[in-house]
């Protein structure tokens, strides 16, 4: 096992690739449903300014950083997931990293949406279909999979 201060370190890393690799792929999807890029970072502001956050199309700190703050920061926190079950066993080979990141991936999805209260899902679906937003925690488990390698040449044991 590894220590906390260790496990942070690749959490941060692989929770702020996940995050960027996930946003980037919203943003392209928004753009292939006809939607402006920003309006999927824009809806997971809807905690706070509610459902209209989802229509706002330009970049701005009200919706853009609130959402993206808060995108960053889930992104991060099932990192750590990723990177806990990533610790259980020193095997790092490829397909243990893309397994365990799409299992987490996939839990964050039934929790997002299925158990935890509307408002605190990421939102992405006011702007984007379903097959987008699927497509968003697809781009999560990209991220988290790659993150997963880049912590570790980073952060040693």
């Not at 750590?80 to 397994?99: H, N, Y």
């Not at 039934?110 to 987008?132: A, F, H």
Request: include cysteine.
């Amino acid at each position: 096992m590894i220590n906390a201060g260790t496990m942070l370190g690749r959490a941060l890393i692989t929770g702020s690739i996940a995050s960027a690799v996930s946003a980037a792929v919203l943003a392209l999807l928004a753009k292939a449903e006809g939607k402006d890029a920003v309006q999927p970072i824009n809806a997971t502001s809807h905690w706070l300014h509610g459902e209209k956050a989802g229509k706002v199309t330009a970049i701005d700190v009200e919706h853009t950083a609130t959402g993206y703050a808060t995108h960053h920061a889930a992104t991060v926190f099932w990192a750590a997931l990723f990177e806990t079950l990533q610790s259980a066993t020193p095997d790092a080979r490829p397909g243990k990293v893309i397994r365990n990141a799409a299992l987490v991936s996939t839990i964050a999805a039934v929790v997002d949406y299925g158990i935890v209260p509307k408002r605190l899902t990421p939102g992405w679906e006011g702007p984007l279909p379903i097959r987008s937003v699927a497509g968003g925690f697809v781009g999560m488990a990209c991220g988290l999979a790659i993150g997963g390698f880049v912590s570790r040449h980073v952060i040693a044991r």
